[in-house]
Every structure is written in C-alpha cells, then in structure tokens.
C-alpha cells in the first residue's frame, strides 16, 4: 500500500518572496507520513517540510531562501508539534489474529483428544 503525506499545520509568511517578490503569497506547510495496509495504519516520525508561493504557484527550494525565510522557518520549526508516533490494527487484522489463535486452540485440542 502506498505512503502518503498528510498536512498537519499551514503558516503564511509575510516574507517576499524570491520568485515574485510578492508579500502576500508564501505559505510553509509541514507534513507527516503515513503508512496505511489492509492491516494497520500508522503515523510515522517523519516530517517534511515545503514553502509554496500562491502568487506565482511556485515552490520556493532551501537554496533560494533568504535569511529572513530561514529565520521564520526555525521559528516555525520549534513552535511544530507533530502528531505522535502510533499504530491503528484494523478490523482484519485483528480477525485474522482471533481466527489464527481459535485454529491453533482447535488443534491443540485435536491432539490432545486422539492422545487420549
């Protein structure tokens, strides 16, 4: 199954931006990666990080920032809460571990009853 990419905080900046040096447009987003199979999903430690200008829809790269950018990015950083790290069974996976404990005692049982 694949992995995706969820947003879990936007900030506008109100810094200029270096494509179009529009005041208005930038806007840095921090997203979390997420596992999901037909088993369990789970919330990865993974974070990344991406700064778009609406006004010009580019996406502004850490080589073109300037220092003012980078100052706010820090600043952004360290106030970031992600969400924690967890594991999430589905419903077949825990029927498959039910039904895989319900056969192991059935045989069990099975052989226990033909030693009598």
């Known amino acids: 199954m694949p992995e995706k990419l969820i947003d879990i905080k936007e900030v506008a900046l109100h810094n200029n931006c270096p ?19 037909h088993f369990y999903k789970s919330i990865t ?3 990344s990080h991406e700064i778009n200008c609406t006004t010009c829809s580019s996406i ?12 706010v990015f820090e600043y952004q950083k360290k106030a970031f809460t992600p969400k924690k790290s967890l594991t999430y069974f589905k419903k077949t996976m825990w029927i498959s571990i039910i039904s895989g404990i319900l056969i192991l005692a059935l045989i ?4 226990f009853y033909l030693n009598l």
């Open 19 to 37: 494509e179009c040096f529009s005041k208005e447009g930038l806007r840095l987003t921090f997203k979390q990666k997420i596992k999901e199979t």
């Open 45 to 47: 430690s993974d974070i």
């Open 60 to 71: 502004i790269y850490p080589v073109q920032w300037t220092d003012d950018i980078e100052r």
């Open 108 to 111: 069990l049982a099975l052989v």
